[in-house]
């Protein structure tokens, strides 16, 4: 693909390469995560023999963390407007368990079922909003009785397994892309396709920004490294595109899922004024408010919008599982926390990216799947997520402090 790069304006012209590296900092925050990411794989990758990349693996990594990432998507926002949520586990336990019981019991048909839960999860998130926003208690603590709360009405509700679902509903989460184009020699032809459609968007959306900030005479990245990072995109795509057209079944459904929502909440938190919000609201609160933003209401859709996802990834993890039980969701929102900070949110609000929590999101899945194959102990494995988290936030406090230093 080839661009035309237009000439720099007199204003850029003097700003030499080095002060646009240095301008760069949220986005070398990000370089650096996806560097780590890459640095997990390959050695993941040479301590399994190379299974870890087999592209059922690939596949199955996609499934298996699927609901990491849907929640981390939402606990971002809640993150960067200064709060958190400790209920979205037992929100996915109970809005699965009534998914189940709509489908079985009552007799619904799935895809009435799946809406209703959905709808069920933003009334969750707007009680939890409710007590937030408009009374005043910490979301702390709120989120902590709806953990105890949500965990309650889960086990009354799922007293015993509910299983047996419809097919169309399992292959939310377990299915394939149908395959109706065919095979390119032993490549899934859906699945390139797919791959080559995400590879030219991504690439058009970053010319397009490139040349939106030019025009602006705002800062830009030098021409060598927006190159790079082209490149660097395309091949990653590429490659996971080429893996996944190899495995059995092609693009695994909720991968649409996920990427869907991602393009969503990333044009919600960069392209809207209630991202704007958000943002300013976790960056100074007190300015926030003097500035006009309604603080109250923000934070209350923060948590409507957190609720919705904890459905969406209830409907993913009752579809997986084949099950609803009431033990569903059990660590889910540490695993949502967790990826948003080794993804680069700030303990303190404020900071923080859709794009950041879901690499975050598959840092923990790599690890997850790699100590998985190599057969480590689950108390080991616990134990190595852990200092993870603990690294990866106090590589971000030592950042800052240096940053702050340097003025």
Known sequence: MSTTMTPETPAQA????????????????????????VVIVALFQVLTDGKLLLPNNVASLIQQNAYVMILAIGMVMVIVAGHIDLSVGSQVAFIGGLVALMMKDFGLPWLVAVLLGLAIGAVVGAWQGFWIAYIGIPAFIVTLAGMLIFRGFAILLVGVTVAGFPAPFI??????????????????AVTLVLGAIVIAALVGSQVRARSVLKKHDLKTEAVPLFLTKIVLITVGIGAVTWVLSQSAGGTPIVLIIVGVLILAYTFLM????????????????????????????????????????????????TSRAGAAVAAAGQNYE??????????????????????GAIIGALIMGVLNMGLSILSVDPAVQQAIKGFVLLLAVAFDLINKRRAGGAR
Do not use: E, K
Not at 20 to 29: E, I, K, P, T, V
């Open 171 to 188: 292959d939310i989460s377990g299915g394939s892309i149908p395959n109706f184009l065919g095979f390119a020699g032993n490549a899934d």
């Open 334 to 355: 540490l695993d949502a926390i967790a990826a948003c900070f080794i993804g680069g949110a700030a303990v303190t609000g404020g900071v923080g990216r859709i794009s």
């Open 270 to 317: 960069g392209r809207t004024v209630f991202g704007r919000h958000i943002y300013a609201i976790g960056g100074n609160v007190q300015a926030a408010v003097l500035s006009g933003v309604n603080t109250r209401n923000v934070n209350f859709w923060i948590f409507v919008n957190m609720g919705f996802l904890a459905g969406v990834a209830s409907v993913v993890v």
């Open 14 to 37: 003097r700003v030499s390469p080095l002060a646009r590296l240095q301008g760069m900092g949220g986005n070398m925050r990000q370089y650096g995560i996806f560097g780590a990411l």
